[in-house]
Antibody, heavy 119, light 107 residues
Framework: EVQLVESGGGLVQPGGSLRLSCAAS????????MSWVRQPPGKGLEWVAT????????YYVDSVRGRFALSRDNAENSVHLQMDSLRVEDTAMYFC????????????WGQGTLVTVSS | DIQLTQSPSFLSASVGDRVSITCRAS??????LAWYQQQPGKAPKLLIY???TLQSGVPSRFSGSGSGTEFTLTISSLQPEDFATYYC?????????FGQGTRLEIK
């Protein structure tokens, strides 16, 4: 059974940092692209970033590029999102998501970890 | 960036009704479109990909159609568990974007 378990969320002040982690199991982790998708409270979904299976290529939404950094550890079956210079508008539930094969179809989602940026 | 516009944003219907949700893309995306269902407080769930392919385990009352710039998600006979929010998503190119969502509520 595919499982994605996020951790690392919490309350942080504007300008602060957080590191989100996602532990994956139940599939061949190093064969899949992985992404983070976020959802502000009461609002819709926003794709944040995607990393290739070997970590060689990463894409980011414009609003986080230069502030967020996505990485993965294929030996530990985990993916991480380092979030720096956090803004109030980064407040959201952050979902770790597996991509189907070599596509941009989000086929398995974690339950999410909540990030709140507030003074 | 490709923009996706869903209509309606809110839909009220009864159990047993047939409903359709439309997703329009700002430029042609072939059939690179997926649909997701999100129950309150839960993670989204993949329903349909490549515009019309049903994800494994999804009931056959869900169907998708369309190509280019206009797509439709249809639920043939609403069940109580179908009342949720639905999102379309294009996978044509980066950045990936979602529609704003359609909230389906019980009449």
């Amino acid at each position: 059974e595919v499982q994605l378990v996020e951790s690392g969320g919490g309350l942080v002040q504007p300008g602060g940092s957080l590191r989100l982690s996602c532990a994956a199991s139940g599939f061949t982790f190093n064969a899949h692209h992985m992404s983070w998708v976020r959802q502000p409270p009461g609002k819709g979904l926003e794709w944040v970033a995607t990393i290739w299976p070997d970590g060689s290529i990463k894409y980011y939404v414009d609003s986080v590029r230069g502030r967020f950094a996505l990485s993965r550890d294929n030996a530990e079956n985990s993916v991480h999102l380092q979030m720096d210079s956090l803004r109030v508008e980064d407040t959201a539930m952050y979902f770790c998501v597996r991509l189907r094969d070599a596509t941009t179809i989000f086929d398995y989602w974690g339950q999410g970890t909540l990030v709140t940026v507030s003074s | 960036d490709i923009q996706l516009t869903q209509s309606p944003s809110f839909l009220s219907a009864s159990v047993g009704d047939r409903v359709s949700i439309t997703c329009r893309a700002s430029q042609g995306i072939s059939n690179y479109l997926a649909w997701y269902q999100q129950q309150p407080g839960k993670a989204p769930k993949l329903l349909i990909y490549t515009a019309s392919t049903l994800q494994s385990g999804v009931p056959s009352r869900f169907s998708g159609s369309g190509s280019g710039t206009e797509f439709t998600l249809t639920i043939s006979s609403l069940q109580p568990e179908d009342f949720a929010t639905y999102y379309c998503q294009h996978r044509h190119s980066y950045p990936i974007t979602f529609g704003q969502g359609t909230r389906l509520e019980i009449k």
